[in-house]
């Protein structure tokens, strides 16, 4: 816990220090691709006073000057597996990016998904020694959070207060300057596992960077995706990704909740690939260009060619109908839907007072998804692109880079979290936990 207090404030003062330089990577280590953005702050890009996202995003303070990606190597899951090959991937996306920027980058900040998220709601409540809450007051109060015992070989990634109350006025996201006699906190933490971080944290290092900061994938996907009111009144963001597909739930623009289901996309093209008996990159091009899971009368009369280079003619004359395609995407969909809507029943979801679900990521891109979606999650369910960016590509605007991008916002505007208060880091005893779902559902 010592360490992981002390090297989170060594990335948060190394943020500052390539803020102050003025530019800084962000790096998006996916199951399928790596992206990597290069973002120059103009000074307006300080940290900001009252570290909120959103109402921000259009004049935060930076512009994307380069923008590269490549194809994923050596990470499954989210997970890195194969560091060499992984680091390799990074370089070639950071080479390319600092090419198009023509800048040099030291600093990269990066998410990634995977590693098991668990996510815990901590409280704690501190009579105040004067009458005006200051820094102090709220690294009391913080430290006064009982931290569950979350097990060996985990990492608390974020650990991010939510929601002060002073008194008996709650839901205030910044209690600083205010009077009153006792401050309470709600306080969203969120763990995983430690070998993920630890091998992200080596392939960084190991491509002569230095890690300015981490976070994880569903949480800037939410960042990007949510429009300001679901971030305000309670919204799921679905990030569909290859490896992955990451669940976060946000409420007064803070996320309360984040898990994630070990299947995405690429599971359904290998699906593909058996059901066809053909590779997986022509799974992946038939996919991509005649995939659905809403099937129609047209569907049976529609026949896609599948071609192959094997030499057997006939073999690579096959066709197919859309209809056939669609039968064998759709079970594998569903199933990824019916965990998304587990993890959310367990989180409470139905009880907040608005249940807006936002599609994202390059899965989201499937046709139908968003009527097969709000079927089997039973909400009213969008598509969500990321929020605009000053300088963004065009070809870096669609649902693949929510992540990208709220990991942009994410380096302009951090929200507080833990580590920016000086807290006495012994003070942390151990309790059962309560999850996140039933601590919101009493203080919201």
């Known amino acids: 816990m010592t360490d992981l207090y002390q090297s989170q404030r060594a990335m948060r003062q190394m943020r500052q220090h390539a803020l102050q330089r003025g530019v800084i990577a962000i790096l998006d280590v996916g199951t399928s691709k790596i992206a990597c953005l290069v973002l120059r702050f103009d000074g307006t890009g300080r940290l900001s006073d009252d570290g909120s996202i959103g109402a921000l995003a259009g004049q935060s303070g930076f512009r994307v000057v380069g923008a590269a990606t490549t194809r994923s190597r050596g990470v499954r899951f989210g997970e890195v597996t194969a560091m060499q090959e992984t680091e390799r991937a990074i370089r070639t996306a950071l080479q390319a990016a600092q090419k198009m920027a023509e800048v040099r980058v030291d600093h990269v900040i990066a998410c990634f998904s995977g590693a098991n998220p668990r996510s815990y709601g901590l409280d704690a409540e501190v009579e105040l020694e004067g009458n005006v809450v200051t820094e102090n007051e709220v690294a009391r109060v913080l430290s006064a959070c009982e931290v569950p015992e979350y097990g060996a070989g985990r990492e608390v990634l974020h650990a991010q207060p939510v929601n002060f109350a002073l008194d008996h006025r709650s839901g205030l996201s910044d209690p600083r ?195 097969l979606a709000s079927r089997i999650l039973g909400q009213q369910v969008r598509l969500g692109r990321p929020l605009r960016v000053h300088g963004l590509p065009q070809s870096a605007t669609g649902p693949g880079f929510a992540s990208s991008v709220g990991l942009s916002l994410f380096a302009a505007h951090p929200q507080d979290e833990w580590w920016d208060f000086d807290i006495a880091v012994d003070s942390y005893p151990a309790r059962s936990f309560k999850r996140a779902v039933k601590w919101f559902r009493d203080n919201w």
Do not use: W
């Open 177 to 371: 300057g205010q009077m009153g006699q006792a401050l309470a906190v709600d306080m969203h933490m969120l763990t995983v596992d430690a070998d993920a971080i630890q091998n992200l944290v080596r392939c960084v290092k190991r491509c002569d960077l230095e890690l300015a900061g981490i976070a994880n994938s569903a949480y800037v996907s939410g960042v990007s995706a949510l429009v300001e009111d679901e971030q305000e009144l309670g919204a799921a963001c679905i990030d569909l990704g290859g490896g992955t597909t990451s669940i976060s739930i946000f409420m007064k623009k803070h996320m309360i909740f984040a898990d994630c289901v070990r299947m995405g996309g690429e599971h359904v093209t290998q699906d593909i690939s058996m059901g066809l008996g053909v590779p997986m990159a022509t799974a992946e091009r038939i996919k991509t260009f005649y995939g659905g899971v809403h099937a129609t009368g047209m569907d049976d009369r529609e026949m896609i060619e599948m071609g192959g280079d094997t030499g057997d003619y006939e073999h690579d004359r096959r066709r197919v109908s859309r209809a056939e395609l669609i039968g064998i995407m759709r079970p594998r969909v569903e199933e990824i839907l019916e965990e998304v809507r587990l993890r959310l029943e367990v989180a409470g979801f139905g009880y907040l007072p608005s249940q807006q679900i936002v599609l994202t990521g390059g899965g989201s891109q499937t046709p139908g998804l968003d009527g």
